[in-house]
């Protein structure tokens, strides 16, 4: 999921050259603590729950490849997942350890706003996917996301789909594998190299050997660790914060006259508040098109929920993970909150404020806390959820790479008949591929550093015109497969061309974000804003001009030719609908609650 | 997912959560019963110095420990099943 820097799930880095080995008080002196090599020491008893850790996983992966023989199990883990399981690996595969830390980050940079990206810029959209989405996805029948496109708008669409997802998430999967190798070797001191060949070889293994069922399963272990782990940094900093008004008036008395703790008030105009946004890019670019983008047509999240076992499973994956999802901000924007309170004024700072006497980033503020607060298997115990959190994204990083290589272009382009146990195979190899050239790439982005600038915004440059398309190809019978394909490449190149434009000239800026004030979020949320409503218009404009398909060839695809099983037999409380509506009321009453 | 055979995902959390529990708790035990070595008195300074008088590890370790056994116990895996 995108940052408020537009980044998606993960960290950017300079590599300090000193580094400290313990944490401040508020009168410590920054100097004094400026001493050996690595920020955190770990006992015997941290380093064995982290070996235990990577054993566990990789028996997993071993134990579950006997159960893993045909490409549906492969792909698709059999469809048999229950809600919980598909619910629970839904949000761990976005969960990454990067989407940890980098939003911690941002919380200690930008304060609650951060869980602006858990909120608005979530829950609405997994119910969305979860009500309206999910049964054309499911009874389809479709393996992928670009399959769903090739069945209602024709090789074209799918074809641009899958290359675009099969070669951004690898290189996204590479440069999160080096954003976590970078906190490794900062907050503890272990080799990069390392760090990167024994975590992704490890994935690799894993899922190579179960494929989908054992990345699935792996990663309601992840997610379970990840909590675990995570939790106590925000119990302990409350109880020596004295509660939530211990910590706001703390934050009130660091930072005078800087508002850190309220979502909304501060969104009335760009200038009053730290990230420079406005709440109409807030609604509107974040809540509609980024994260409906993302949430519901990333196939990395919605493979998840389309190998549950029944309709009614997999309309409720989306809200079990909804539910969790607005759970999320207690592990990773308080800890951010926690810093502010805590941690002195300037310790951390921007990625291009690092110096010899400032070398922490915004981003390690969640180990640092960690640090603050746990002793020996604790901090162990910490470290292992942020790894955890890095190999369950990058799990499900390959795993979609896998399905959408080899059924989306290697079927679909160079072999079209061949066995099932042959995919199988392909999907093997294409995980190891794609665990490959991911260590490639974090390879490639440690000498050329800008490279991850240009990736990231690449990748969202597909996700808010993809769900124009996807969404008019579900609600609109008349949408036709050219303008499908045209309102998709439409919304793409605009997206692109507003980029480049904003780097040829910066005052640009004015025209994309509507306002000269506007800071980088900003405009990556007008971008987004922008980009799908040129696909919108442009495939409804281009499908009003061309021959739509019949009828009959959009059942199981299109509202009003769908047959969707009644829920009316159910009692209420088992009726998805029931719990969306739960979600969506609880989702309320916190934004009115951190109003 | 429910295959004949199949061990359930929770009896592997539940093992796992077992042995971290125990890791911790032990940990936080050593760690509340020896006397703080002048060089750890000096990383304590560097801490939120109340951290030790939580003794976390030992209640965090003990909750590993029951929600493990739980899980453990409930989804251990059975002849006949």
Same mark, same amino acid.
């Given at each position: 999921?995108?940052?408020?820097?537009?980044?998606?799930?993960?960290?950017?880095?300079?590599?300090?050259?000193?580094?400290?080995?313990?944490?401040?008080?508020?009168?410590?002196?920054?100097?004094?603590?400026?001493?050996?090599?690595?920020?955190?020491?770990?006992?015997?008893?941290?380093?064995?729950?982290?070996?235990?850790?990577?054993?566990?996983?990789?028996?997993?992966?071993?134990?579950?490849?006997?159960?893993?023989?045909?490409?549906?199990?492969?792909?698709?883990?059999?469809?048999?997942?229950?809600?919980? @399981?598909?619910?629970?690996?839904? /949000?761990?595969?976005?969960? #990454?350890?990067? %989407?940890?830390? *980098? !939003?911690? $980050?941002?919380?200690?940079?930008?304060?609650?706003?951060?869980?602006?990206?858990?909120?608005?810029?979530?829950?609405?959209?997994?119910?969305?996917?979860?009500?309206?989405?999910?049964?054309?996805?499911?009874?389809?029948?479709?393996?992928?996301?670009?399959?769903?496109?090739?069945?209602?708008?024709?090789?074209?669409?799918?074809?641009?789909?899958?290359?675009?997802?099969?070669?951004?998430?690898?290189?996204?999967?590479?440069?999160?594998?080096?954003?976590?190798?970078?906190?490794?070797?900062?907050?503890?001191?272990?080799?990069?190299?390392?760090?990167?060949?024994?975590?992704?070889?490890?994935?690799?293994?894993?899922?190579?050997?179960?494929?989908?069922?054992?990345?699935?399963?792996?990663?309601?272990?992840?997610?379970?660790? @990840?909590?675990?782990?995570?939790? /106590?940094?925000?119990?302990? #900093?409350?109880? %020596?914060?004295? *509660? !939530?008004? $211990?910590?706001?008036?703390?934050?009130?008395?660091?930072?005078?006259?800087?508002?850190?703790?309220?979502?909304?008030?501060?969104?009335?105009?760009?200038?009053?508040?730290?990230?420079?946004?406005?709440?109409?890019?807030?609604?509107?670019?974040?809540?509609?098109?980024?994260?409906?983008?993302?949430?519901?047509?990333?196939?990395?999240?919605?493979?998840?929920?389309?190998?549950?076992?029944?309709?009614?499973?997999?309309?409720?994956?989306?809200?079990?993970?909804?539910?969790?999802?607005?759970?999320?901000?207690?592990?990773?924007?308080?800890?951010?909150?926690?810093?502010?309170?805590?941690?002195?004024?300037?310790?951390?700072?921007?990625?291009?404020?690092?110096?010899?006497?400032?070398?922490?980033?915004?981003?390690?503020?969640?180990?640092?806390?960690?640090?603050?607060?746990?002793?020996?298997?604790?901090?162990?115990?910490?470290?292992?959820?942020?790894?955890?959190?890095?190999?369950?994204?990058?799990?499900?990083?390959?795993?979609?790479?896998?399905?959408?290589?080899?059924?989306?272009?290697?079927?679909?382009?160079?072999?079209?008949?061949?066995?099932?146990?042959?995919?199988?195979?392909?999907?093997?190899?294409?995980?190891?591929?794609?665990?490959?050239?991911?260590?490639?790439?974090?390879?490639?982005?440690?000498?050329?550093?800008?490279?991850?600038?240009?990736?990231?915004?690449?990748?969202?440059?597909?996700?808010?015109?993809?769900?124009?398309?996807?969404?008019?190809?579900?609600?609109?019978?008349?949408?036709?497969?050219?303008?499908?394909?045209?309102?998709?490449?439409?919304?793409?190149?605009?997206?692109?061309?507003?980029?480049?434009?904003?780097?040829?000239?910066?005052?640009?800026?004015?025209?994309?974000?509507?306002?000269?004030?506007?800071?980088?979020?900003?405009?990556?949320?007008?971008?987004?804003?922008?980009?799908?409503?040129?696909?919108?218009?442009?495939?409804?404009?281009?499908?009003?001009?061309?021959?739509?398909?019949?009828?009959?060839?959009?059942?199981?695809?299109?509202?009003?030719?769908?047959?969707?099983?009644?829920?009316?037999?159910?009692?209420?409380?088992?009726?998805?609908?029931?719990?969306?509506?739960?979600?969506?009321?609880?989702?309320?009453?916190?934004?009115?609650?951190?109003? | 997912?429910?295959?004949?055979?199949?061990?359930?995902?929770?009896?592997?959390?539940?093992?796992?959560?077992?042995?971290?529990?125990?890791?911790?708790?032990?940990?936080?035990?050593?760690?509340?019963?020896?006397?703080?070595?002048?060089?750890?008195?000096?990383?304590?300074?560097?801490?939120?110095?109340?951290?030790?008088?939580?003794?976390?590890?030992?209640?965090?370790?003990?909750?590993?420990?029951?929600?493990?056994?739980?899980?453990?116990?409930?989804?251990?895996?059975?002849?006949?099943?």
């Amino acid at each position: 999921m995108a940052r408020p820097d537009g980044r998606r799930g993960r960290l950017t880095f300079a590599l300090p050259v000193h580094t400290i080995r313990h944490l401040p008080t508020l009168t410590q002196p920054l100097a004094v603590l400026q001493a050996s090599s690595r920020l955190l020491s770990l006992s015997s008893v941290d380093l064995a729950i982290i070996v235990l850790y990577f054993i566990a996983v990789l028996g997993i992966g071993f134990y579950l490849k006997r159960y893993t023989k045909t490409g549906e199990d492969f792909f698709l883990a059999g469809r048999e997942m229950t809600a919980w @399981i598909a619910g629970l690996s839904f /949000l761990a595969a976005n969960l #990454g350890s990067l %989407e940890l830390m *980098g !939003w911690a $980050g941002a919380a200690y940079q930008y304060g609650i706003l951060a869980a602006h990206w858990y909120w608005v810029g979530a829950i609405p959209a997994m119910l969305l996917l979860a009500i309206v989405m999910i049964p054309f996805y499911y009874i389809s029948k479709t393996h992928s996301v670009p399959g769903y496109l090739m069945l209602r708008y024709g090789e074209p669409a799918r074809a641009l789909s899958a290359f675009s997802f099969g070669f951004m998430t690898v290189l996204m999967s590479g440069i999160n594998m080096y954003a976590m190798a970078v906190v490794l070797q900062v907050v503890l001191g272990w080799d990069i190299s390392l760090s990167i060949w024994v975590s992704s070889i490890t994935v690799a293994v894993y899922v190579g050997l179960g494929g989908l069922l054992s990345a699935i399963f792996n990663e309601v272990l992840q997610f379970m660790l @990840i909590w675990l782990g995570a939790l /106590l940094v925000s119990i302990i #900093g409350l109880v %020596e914060a004295g *509660g !939530w008004n $211990g910590m706001v008036a703390r934050i009130h008395a660091n930072y005078p006259g800087q508002d850190f703790t309220h979502l909304w008030r501060t969104m009335g105009s760009f200038t009053a508040n730290p990230m420079g946004i406005h709440w109409v890019a807030i609604v509107f670019g974040l809540g509609v098109f980024i994260s409906m983008g993302y949430w519901t047509t990333d196939f990395l999240v919605v493979q998840r929920v389309i190998s549950a076992k029944d309709l009614r499973s997999a309309k409720l994956a989306p809200i079990i993970g909804a539910a969790f999802k607005m759970c999320v901000p207690f592990i990773v924007i308080l800890p951010g909150l926690l810093g502010l309170a805590f941690l002195p004024k300037g310790f951390l700072v921007a990625e291009n404020a690092t110096s010899v006497l400032h070398p922490f980033k915004y981003d390690y503020v969640l180990p640092i806390m960690m640090g603050r607060y746990f002793g020996p298997g604790l901090l162990g115990l910490g470290i292992t959820a942020l790894i955890a959190g890095f190999m369950s994204g990058m799990a499900g990083n390959v795993s979609a790479f896998s399905t959408v290589w080899t059924y989306d272009i290697y079927r679909a382009i160079f072999r079209k008949n061949a066995s099932d146990a042959h995919y199988v195979s392909v999907g093997r190899w294409c995980t190891i591929l794609g665990v490959l050239v991911s260590i490639g790439t974090a390879y490639l982005v440690m000498s050329f550093k800008s490279i991850m600038d240009y990736v990231q915004a690449l990748f969202s440059f597909f996700i808010a015109p993809l769900f124009g398309t996807v969404l008019l190809g579900m609600m609109w019978k008349r949408t036709t497969p050219a303008g499908g394909f045209w309102g998709l490449l439409a919304g793409t190149t605009s997206s692109i061309g507003m980029f480049l434009w904003v780097k040829h000239d910066p005052t640009a800026l004015r025209y994309i974000a509507l306002s000269p004030n506007a800071k980088d979020m900003a405009e990556n949320m007008f971008r987004a804003l922008w980009s799908g409503l040129i696909c919108v218009t442009v495939t409804v404009v281009v499908s009003l001009l061309t021959k739509p398909k019949p009828e009959s060839e959009l059942a199981g695809l299109v509202y009003g030719c769908t047959k969707i099983p009644s829920e009316g037999n159910l009692p209420v409380y088992k009726r998805p609908i029931f719990w969306a509506g739960v979600v969506a009321v609880v989702f309320v009453a916190i934004q009115i609650i951190f109003w | 997912m429910h295959r004949p055979g199949m061990i359930s995902i929770w009896f592997f959390i539940g093992a796992l959560l077992l042995i971290y529990g125990i890791l911790i708790c032990g940990a936080g035990i050593f760690e509340a019963a020896t006397t703080p070595t002048a060089a750890a008195v000096a990383q304590a300074n560097l801490r939120w110095e109340g951290v030790r008088n939580l003794h976390i590890g030992i209640w965090w370790g003990g909750l590993l420990i029951a929600m493990g056994a739980v899980y453990t116990i409930k989804f251990a895996p059975r002849k006949g099943k």
